[in-house]
């Protein structure tokens, strides 16, 4: 039934997973932009630079020295948002100013010794070796910490302030919130439908993706070109896909990439993530409802240079977007012919 | 007990207004900034400029003529995300695909004839007219809409795409998510404590900035040099402030954005809005557990140039700040001996 939204006419649709609703505008595309245009993206970084402190060989603010490493390479971030220790914050039985302890820790991850790639250009085989780095990485930090979050920055747009290809992790002994929130509405669903909301997604769209994973612009899509990459089988936590899941993601992964590129003609800038059942000592709760996924948030609305900007009506009321998802998935699938 | 929180170590803090928590991380504010650098505001704007189509007498985009207004200005805006009336969306019954209808409408607001003004640089009585415009805005949308959102984008970096002083409004059928998540939280804080939430924080902040209004950054503050303004005496609307808070909030409006205009030596990028008491079919329900405020998300953090990015981690775990709420307070207060 929803196929048969009109491209055409303002709606609100609704965010299972997030409990909350977007503003569908469609006819706003037709508005002029004589706003702010960004830099074009950096194109001419040199593949080894001696002074960046994510090359092989180099030397990081705190004077480690980066051994030469071939494929992936983690190391703690020298500038951490979380510690793994601290005094905790006084306690207090006032409601309106509660404190809770955070503790935590933040890898840097590379994804590859050269500074000039990016994960599409990169090989099949080198996004494998990622693919596995986040796997081992998920198991090794959720041992202790209750969620571990990989997430990328891509682009100086998205804040990111070195072109070496990297991610990072930050773990926590707390649930943020997106994943508290994601984690209340799944449960709701499953009890009340028996099935992981998810699973029960990736069944009712139907683009056939490749065998085992599914690729689409969600339904509910916030950013004008968010994604969603979701296994197509029950799979709670990225180190539990098997082999040839990792195969088949590095090839969608490879593809979806490459069409982002050359919509715009810019490497194209995006935040990502991760998105799977918690860990640390929600290890081994009932989390069955849950189903991983990866979900891609990029800036651009209308070309390499001119973003959609999240402001007043966005932060203070509620998301707005411009074309719907379905012309969104449209432009991505139609501009290179797979 | 909340103002013993150690400035120096991370913790997590309750948002009881939206449920939701933030991390903050005062040693990050140590890290060496490497990443983008924003273009500084405009400064040289010409005082009338016959092209731009806020000036008065200009030629908008449909071809209407501006009057030659001499105060505040109000027209539709020429591209709005929100229309009165079009088809609704069909029905379904499936959990995951659910959209609504959605309507509405979009103004544009001139606060002054010139372009080259701010609202810290307009007289008191400028600004006085200004708010009295709100609230005969609130009155007039709020009659057929069940919320009217005032928000005012400033600077390039905000999205805003003319520098003529001028904010927006943006009435819809439907409660949007923000207003939606404070009426929830709101109400139950009422049921539980027999106040409203805000009139009580009003109570427990000590800052007196004015008689008849608080200026503060919340203790739950997520951007940098978020503020909140408040009245101190329970207020639903913004169209129910009397003369005299009215002036006084022209007075504080004026002291509070020529503080952050001079903290880092620029026309202080934001967005703003107002939430107060829903309107529309919502008008006369019980809405007791509302407390007006206004809400400034500035976007800078070390200069005029340098941002908070709010990406990966924020757009997929929580938001995380550098320094505290006190310490931005402090840094706010310290800048202009007032
Ligand atoms: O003021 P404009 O140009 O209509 O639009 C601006 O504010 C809107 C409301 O926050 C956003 O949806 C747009 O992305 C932004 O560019
Ligand atoms: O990668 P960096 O420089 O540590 O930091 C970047 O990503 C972080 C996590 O999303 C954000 O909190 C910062 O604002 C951003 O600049």
Same mark, same amino acid.
Request: charged fraction near 25%; proline fraction near 10%; aromatic fraction near 10%.
């Given at each position: 039934?929803h196929?048969r939204l009109s491209p055409d006419h303002q709606h609100i649709r609704f965010n299972p997973l997030k409990d909350e609703w977007v503003l569908v505008s469609p006819h706003r595309m037709k508005r002029?932009w004589?706003g702010?245009?960004?830099?074009?993206? &950096?194109?001419?970084?040199?593949?080894?630079? !001696?002074?960046? !402190?994510?090359?092989?060989?180099?030397?990081?603010?705190?004077?480690? @020295?980066?051994?030469?490493?071939?494929?992936?390479?983690?190391?703690?971030?020298?500038?951490? +948002? $979380?510690?793994? &220790?601290?005094?905790?914050?006084?306690?207090?039985?006032?409601?309106?100013?509660?404190?809770?302890? +955070?503790?935590?820790?933040?890898? @840097?991850?590379?994804?590859?010794?050269?500074?000039?790639?990016?994960?599409?250009?990169?090989?099949?085989?080198?996004?494998?070796? @990622? %693919?596995?780095?986040?796997? &081992? *990485?998920?198991?090794?930090?959720?041992?202790?910490?209750?969620?571990? =979050? %990989?997430?990328?920055?891509?682009?100086? %747009?998205?804040?990111?302030?070195?072109?070496?290809?990297?991610? =990072?992790?930050?773990?926590?002994?707390? $649930?943020?919130? &997106?994943?508290?929130v994601?984690? #209340?509405t799944?449960?709701?669903?499953?009890?009340?439908?028996?099935? !992981?909301? $998810?699973?029960?997604? @990736?069944?009712? /769209?139907?683009?056939?993706?490749?065998?085992?994973?599914?690729?689409?612009v969600p339904y509910w899509a916030v950013w004008p070109y968010e994604t969603m990459?979701?296994?197509?089988?029950?799979?709670? #936590? %990225?180190?539990?896909?098997?082999?040839?899941?990792?195969?088949?993601?590095?090839? *969608?992964?490879?593809? $979806?990439?490459?069409?982002?590129?050359?919509?715009? /003609?810019?490497?194209?800038?995006?935040?990502?993530?991760?998105?799977?059942?918690?860990?640390?000592?929600?290890?081994? /709760?009932?989390?069955?409802?849950?189903?991983?996924?990866?979900l891609?948030y990029p800036p651009l609305l209308r070309?390499?240079?001119v973003k959609k900007f999240m402001v007043g009506y966005e932060m203070l009321a509620q998301a707005q977007r411009d074309l719907t998802a379905e012309q969104a998935a449209?432009k991505? #699938?139609?501009?290179?012919?797979?």
């Open positions: 039934a196929r002029p004589k702010q245009v960004e830099k074009p993206q &950096e194109t001419d970084v040199p593949r080894f630079d !001696p002074n960046n !402190p994510l090359c092989p060989g180099a030397t990081r603010p705190n004077g480690k @020295v980066n051994p030469d490493y071939e494929k992936t390479f983690v190391f703690d971030n020298d500038f951490p +948002a $979380l510690l793994e &220790e601290g005094p905790p914050p006084p306690d207090s039985d006032n409601p309106l100013f509660q404190a809770a302890p +955070a503790y935590g820790t933040c890898k @840097v991850m590379c994804f590859h010794p050269w500074s000039d790639v990016t994960l599409p250009i990169m090989s099949h085989d080198d996004v494998h070796s @990622v %693919i596995d780095k986040w796997a &081992e *990485i998920n198991v090794e930090l959720g041992k202790k910490y209750d969620w571990v =979050q %990989i997430f990328e920055n891509k682009g100086a %747009i998205m804040g990111c302030s070195n072109p070496h290809p990297h991610c =990072q992790v930050w773990a926590s002994s707390f $649930l943020p919130n &997106e994943p508290a994601k984690d #209340r799944q449960k709701a669903y499953y009890n009340k439908y028996g099935n !992981p909301m $998810l699973v029960d997604y @990736v069944k009712q /769209e139907c683009q056939k993706k490749n065998e085992h994973w599914l690729w689409l990459l979701l296994p197509k089988r029950h799979v709670l #936590r %990225i180190e539990d896909l098997n082999d040839e899941e990792r195969n088949a993601l590095a090839d *969608i992964m490879k593809k $979806l990439l490459t069409k982002y590129d050359n919509m715009f /003609e810019t490497s194209f800038p995006y935040s990502m993530g991760w998105h799977g059942a918690p860990t640390g000592k929600r290890m081994n /709760e009932d989390n069955k409802h849950w189903q991983l996924h990866a891609y070309s390499a240079t449209e991505l #699938r139609l501009n290179i012919k797979s």
